[in-house]
């Protein structure tokens, strides 16, 4: 049987990961009467990473169905695949001393990790992460084992997404939120670029926006779910988050520590191999 798991060299983002990166790709829409995306908008199915790369393949759609088909109809053995894939993916990499990151919605939105963490052991070098759009996932959470989840809100179109991105905000989370171009701070909170790398959220320890560029379809979105720039410091009247807007200058310096997080764990990396 093949592979559950793409290789994150499998898109743009996760292929600029600085850890060995696997990521599931299901179908986000009712699979044999499951949704696989309960909290979805019109805005996001839209921009959806599922029709990115080679999403746009038939047969790629058709493999991410059966698999979506597998998790709804045999979630045992589909759960069992996965921790076997995850844990020798896990072990080679920890042989040679480095971290993996797994993101399981890749395209999908739900409790695969936490059903994991509670049936399996997980080895103690896999990073898990995720987008989400239910924000009472968001976060970053230590499950009993010492397994980390981090959960980033991924804001929406809809009605009171701004409000719930503010609520995940200042408990500490981190939200995502699509751009047109991005700007410096957003009601306070400093945006990082998310387009560096997908597992940009594993290294950041303080409340932020990861600021995405609206591509493909979103470039045309019309839903609000793509939000439209109006100067550096956007809504910098209302600013909830504890540090309010900060000056110019502390955002470069964030930059720069964001790339030495970066830089920090490649060197990790290949001195360890
Ligand atoms: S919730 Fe995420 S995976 Fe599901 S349709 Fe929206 S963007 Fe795609």
Redesign the pocket.
């Known amino acids: 049987m093949k592979d559950l798991l793409s290789n994150g060299n499998t898109n743009a983002k996760t292929k600029k990961n600085v850890r060995p990166t696997k990521i599931l790709y ?1 179908h ?2 009712k699979i044999e009467g499951k949704e ?2 309960p ?3 019109i805005g ?2 839209m ?4 029709t990115a790369g080679l999403g746009v393949m038939q047969s790629v759609q058709n493999a991410r169905i059966e698999r979506t088909k597998h998790y709804v109809l045999d979630k045992g053995k589909f759960m069992d695949k996965i921790h076997k894939e995850i844990t020798s993916f896990a072990k080679y990499y920890e042989r040679k001393g480095m971290d993996v990151a797994i993101r399981l ?5 739900q409790p695969l990790v936490e059903s994991l963490v509670k049936s399996y052991e997980i080895p103690k070098n896999v990073l898990f992460y995720d ?3 239910n924000p009472k996932k968001a976060g970053r959470r230590v499950f009993d084992d010492g397994t980390t989840y981090t959960v980033t809100f ?1 804001r ?1 179109e809809k009605d009171g997404s701004d409000d719930q991105s503010l609520r995940v905000l200042d408990k500490g989370g981190m939200v995502a939120i699509v751009f047109d171009k991005l700007p410096r701070t957003w009601h306070g909170y400093f945006v990082v670029d998310g387009d560096k790398r997908d597992d940009l959220m594993l290294d950041i320890d303080e409340p932020c926006v990861i600021g995405l560029l609206a591509k493909g379809k979103a470039k045309k979105d019309t839903s609000g779910f793509v939000v439209k720039y109006t100067g550096e410091h956007m809504h910098p009247k209302m600013p909830t988050a504890p540090q309010g807007c900060r000056p110019h200058g502390f955002y470069s310096k964030q930059t720069n520590l964001l790339e030495q997080y970066a830089t920090r764990n490649i060197k990790e990396s290949t001195t360890m191999v």
Do not use: E, Q, V
Request: proline share 4%; glycine share 4%.
């Open positions: 299901l986000p829409s696989m995306c909290f979805a908008s996001c199915r921009s959806c990473l599922n919605n890749g395209t999908s939105d987008y989400t759009k991924s929406s």
